[in-house]
């Protein structure tokens, strides 16, 4: 062995000054190969700027901007946002690849601000971890809110609301005033939520209480669609350059305070025998038997629900029919269409449309189809956070490397859809696309293990909405405003809203008695 050595000293010694600077850079390009090739296994993108990555490239409308790189980078994406690895998905084929065949990989979600200091500490639904508690909360959820039995026995709630939504824009009409139809929306899918889960109509305008839980769920909704740095940059998050976990943490404990009181009242009630027939009392009542693999319901647990619960089925379905009643008013033949298929499905004077009618609009559900399609309202999806390294399409990609999958890109664009930007429903009259996870060419509501637990529940709101509005009023817009000119540019938050909101002149098309 020592004369081995010796052998390869004396040899390395003999050599010439130009033999070895020779060999020294043949070892430098053999290392530069070697990292080439194991960069080239990432998927392409930009390179970006040290610290802050390729965020500037974001602009003001991401999903925008992310879909115009996706052009010239190609369906799956690698792309430094701030220090963090992220992946984004532009392709029905590619979002399988993920969201179904390595879906297991990608059922967590990435920590941020929000999950912290708004949904305590990611102890609720939408941002628990993937494993036992997350499954415990899910099947509570399922069982009592959103499985079908739920969903049937919860439909005279959803039709008194909607009825009272009725009953308050024919006050607007009343009054020759066009109504802001979002608003009204949001107000009537907050009831909905609020007397499903606390037996009160939350968004009541009369009432402090009332509307200090608007106001925060407002706020909630702004905070929560600020691009937050730290979330980017997380050894910058202590400094909170946005003031926003500052902001964060005060409203929690506002809505902490809120949802407290609303317990401490339910189990006082329940102490007393006089229990109400609503989740939060079922969650109670359950306590002490969701003890299995999850660990007991806590109050805390409780409380994160029921934030997620408001903040996730709100704003979702009420700007979804919002975006619905702006297309159909752009497009006249269409709305005539839906209202004649109401009218001969149920006449126009004998009643208000009830949800089993639904299922007699074929034509108005494509309309909802196409919507989602259109106007998916969270069109990054929810972010999944990679819990192993994998290959997806031949690609490296990193342990907890962010997956951003853009729906929005994918559902508009001209390779996967003929004519992607025109509002065109009878794309799926007869056909069998539908949108609860299966078809990856329109995923509004996400796929796989963490797909949204409420789409049943936001797909038949939305549809119960949209016909009700359409069978009980003709829509037209304020004097002056053409329906061509409808202003359609989508502002950035944490749903996809219209920049500027539909403001809509309604005109009874029922016996006034119907709207009682
Ligand atoms: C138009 C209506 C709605 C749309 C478009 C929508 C969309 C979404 C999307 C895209 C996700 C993320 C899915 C993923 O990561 O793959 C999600 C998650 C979620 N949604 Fe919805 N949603 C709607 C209505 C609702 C309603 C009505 C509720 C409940 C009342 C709800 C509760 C949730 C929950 C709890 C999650 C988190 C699921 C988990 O992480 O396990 N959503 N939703």
């Known amino acids: 062995m020592d004369s081995v050595l010796d052998l390869l000293q004396n040899s390395v010694t003999k050599l010439s000054l130009g033999q070895a600077l020779g060999l020294a850079f043949l070892a430098l390009g053999f290392f530069y190969v070697v990292k080439q090739s194991l960069r080239k296994r990432l998927p392409p993108g930009p390179s970006g700027w040290p610290l802050i990555g390729s965020l500037p490239l974001l602009g003001n409308v991401p999903h925008h901007s992310l879909f115009q790189l996706s052009k010239q980078y190609g369906p799956i994406m690698y792309l430094k946002l701030g220090t963090t690895d992220t992946v984004v998905v532009t392709s029905p084929k590619v979002a399988e690849a993920c ?9 967590n979600r990435p920590g941020n601000a929000g999950a912290t200091y708004m949904a305590y500490d990611s102890n609720d639904l939408v941002w628990a971890p993937y494993g036992p508690r997350w499954r415990m909360l899910r099947k509570v959820c399922n069982i009592h809110l959103f499985a079908g039995k739920a969903l049937d026995d919860l439909q005279p ?13 024919l006050d607007h009409e009343r009054q020759g005033k066009a109504v802001n139809l979002g608003e009204l929306l949001n107000v009537c899918t907050a009831n909905v939520l609020g007397q ?49 976990q500052k ?20 189990k006082v009630a329940a102490r007393n025998g006089g ?22 319901l806590t109050d805390t647990d409780m409380k994160a629900l029921l934030l997620d619960l408001f903040t996730a089925g709100t704003d979702t379905s009420a700007s979804t029919v919002e975006w619905a009643m702006s297309e159909l008013i752009r497009h006249p033949k269409m709305m005539k269409k839906c ?21 007699k609009l ?29 290959e997806v399409e031949g690609y490296y990609i990193p342990k907890n490397a962010r997956l951003l999958v853009n729906t929005w890109g994918i559902q508009r664009d001209p390779d996967v859809w003929e004519r992607p930007l025109e509002f065109d429903p009878d794309r799926f009259v007869g056909s069998t696309v539908d949108v609860r996870g299966t078809d990856f060419q329109v995923i509004p509501f996400g796929a796989g293990r963490r797909i949204c637990a409420g789409v049943s529940m936001g797909i038949r709101m939305v549809q119960l909405m949209l016909a009700s509005l359409l069978h009980s009023f003709d829509w037209s817009l304020p004097e002056g405003q053409q329906p061509e000119n409808l202003d359609m540019a989508e502002a950035y938050g944490l ?20 709207y009682k």
């Open 196 to 244: 499903i889960m606390l037996s009160k109509r939350v968004f009541e305008s009369q009432g402090a209480k009332a509307s200090e839980f608007r106001e925060m769920v407002v706020e909630l909704m702004v905070l929560a669609g600020v691009f937050n740095i730290g979330d980017f940059v997380p050894s910058l998050a202590w400094m909170d350059l946005q003031g926003v």
């Open 99 to 107: 969201l179904k065949v390595n879906d297991l990989n990608f059922s």
């Open 157 to 169: 709630v959803r039709e008194t609301e909607v009825g009272m939504l009725l009953k308050s824009i």
């Open 339 to 359: 209202q004649q298929e109401v009218e001969s499905a149920i006449g126009q004077d004998r009643r208000r449309l009830k949800e089993s009618d639904i299922q």
């Open 275 to 296: 229990g109400k027939k609503d989740f939060l009392s079922v969650l109670l009542a359950l306590r002490n038997d969701a003890d299995g693999e999850g660990g007991k």
């Open 247 to 266: 902001k964060m943490k005060k409203l929690h404990s506002r809505f902490d305070d809120f949802f407290g009181r609303i317990l401490e009242e339910h």
């Open 495 to 514: 749903t996809l809203q219209k920049a500027v909101p539909l403001l809509a002149v309604p005109a009874a098309r029922l016996p006034h008695h119907l």
């Open 362 to 390: 074929p034509y108005l559900q494509a309309v909802v189809k196409e919507t989602f399609r259109l106007h998916p309202s969270t069109p990054l999806l929810l972010p999944r956070l990679a819990g192993e390294a994998c």
